[in-house]
């Protein structure tokens, strides 16, 4: 008994021994790294390191990949050529600008050719709304088209907005080609929409927008009629609409006043769409007087560098009304003659629809209104160039109050 407790005795001497010698070697390798961290030449190892270090963060940040700011969706169906033409001239301008606007086709139906061109191009997102359901028209004679064009918008929008989560969305259809500053405008004027919520959606697109009756490639206004043709609008917006949307002629649906509820659009005096599409769903309805003549803009402007708060609803108004109010007025049944080479922007009053489509003729612009409103017009006023830099103002009867006018 007394052996064994020896050799625990032995044993516990032992490990004590090898322990010292351990604590004893670390205290030592502890010194001497120390050392060297205070050297000079480590202080120099740990100043270079550092900004590699910083630079590696920067790169971090820099990498962080950029949220879009807006989906931009071509809607097709049956007409591969045009779709081609459309992709080509989109892609032409958003190859530098590709994260911020990610492109789709949203085709309609089955056809194939169309298919296989959307997905010919590996920059763009194919999706396909099979409806197959039979369309039942509310009137007879009414065009199918119409029908199946409003429920593909709203498959697409829907698709785009409430399950791919985009806050905005560009509309183009399968027969527009766009401007060079296309996409600049648009990422332009939707920091405007997001400030001002009166302003409902933003176009591209000017009704009146022919070569005679366009200058200014800087100009923009807020108008009461919704143009269509190359628009945006933000996912609330959309939120709004998408639970009534119509069953047929939705742009017309958009231009009811019980819709837009006093909300205004923005548009630009010199297009940046150019609708092509002489053959399609209104078989050709106004192309050759109305879309074939339109200016689409091929100057460079700096939106960037553009002060738009002019166009916020309180600015605007202002703005638009001393335009007015500073205009010559003109009077008489021949008025487009009268105002061809006057020095200043002139304007001219209207009594009713009917009048208003008397003068229109002799000018050339668009006749049409929706709901009481003239294509284009705001507050009642219709304007446009005419052959020179001359603003044209046409004045409904509640333009004068609208605007604050006096003695006009």
């Not at 971090?60 to 879009?68: C, G």
């Not at 071509?74 to 001239?89: F, H, K, W």
């Not at 009077?331 to 229109?360: L, P, S």
Request: net charge neutral; hydrophobic share 40%.
């Amino acid at each position: 008994m007394a052996s064994e407790f020896c050799n625990v005795r032995v044993l516990i001497v032992a490990t004590a021994a090898i322990f010292l010698l351990i604590q004893i070697r670390l205290f030592t390798t502890q010194s001497r790294y120390a050392d060297r961290l205070a050297s000079p030449e480590s202080k120099k190892f740990r100043m270079r390191s550092m900004p590699l270090i910083q630079e590696g963060l920067q790169q971090s940040s820099l990498n962080v990949i950029e949220a879009p700011f807006s989906a931009v969706v071509i809607m097709a169906c049956n007409r591969p050529d045009y779709l081609q033409r459309t992709i080509e001239s989109v892609l032409k301008y958003q190859r530098s600008v590709a994260s911020k606007f990610p492109v789709f086709v949203s085709q309609d139906g089955t056809n194939p050719d169309v298919k296989s061109k959307a997905l010919s191009y590996s920059q763009i997102s194919h999706i396909q709304h099979m409806d197959l359901e039979p369309v039942q028209t509310e009137r007879p004679g009414e065009i199918v088209a119409y029908y199946k064009i409003a429920r593909h918008y709203k498959w697409a929008l829907d698709e785009l907005f409430l399950k791919k989560n985009f806050s905005r969305v560009i509309i183009l259809e399968d027969d527009m080609e766009i401007a060079p500053d296309f996409f600049d405008y648009f990422e332009a004027t939707g920091a405007l929409m997001d400030n001002d919520k009166s302003i409902m959606a933003v176009s591209s697109w000017n009704d009146n927008g022919q070569r005679q009756f366009v200058h200014d490639p800087e100009a923009l206004y807020r108008s009461d009629f919704f143009p269509g043709l190359g628009w945006m609008l933000t996912k609330s917006t959309w939120l709004e609409l998408s639970p009534k949307w119509p069953k047929a002629y939705w742009d017309d649906w958009v231009r009811l006043k019980d819709v837009h509820k006093n909300r205004q659009f923005i548009r630009p005096e010199i297009c940046r769409t150019y609708n092509f599409g002489e053959h399609g769903s209104s078989m050709g309805q106004f192309f050759k007087q109305y879309l074939e003549p339109i200016k689409l803009n091929d100057v460079h402007v700096d939106w960037k560098e553009m002060d738009l708060g002019y166009l916020m609803e309180g600015n605007f108004l202002k703005r638009f009304t001393k335009m007015v109010a500073d205009a010559k007025p003109l009077y008489g049944a021949d008025v487009a003659r009268q105002a061809y080479g006057i020095d200043g922007d002139v304007k001219i009053k209207y009594n009713d629809q009917m009048d208003f489509e008397r003068i229109a003729r002799q000018f050339g612009i668009f006749q049409e209104w929706k709901d009481g409103i003239p294509r284009t017009a705001y507050k009642g006023v219709v304007v446009f160039r005419y052959q020179t830099s001359t603003r044209i103002f046409l004045l409904g009867p509640a333009s004068l109050g609208q605007l604050v006018l006096e003695n006009v």
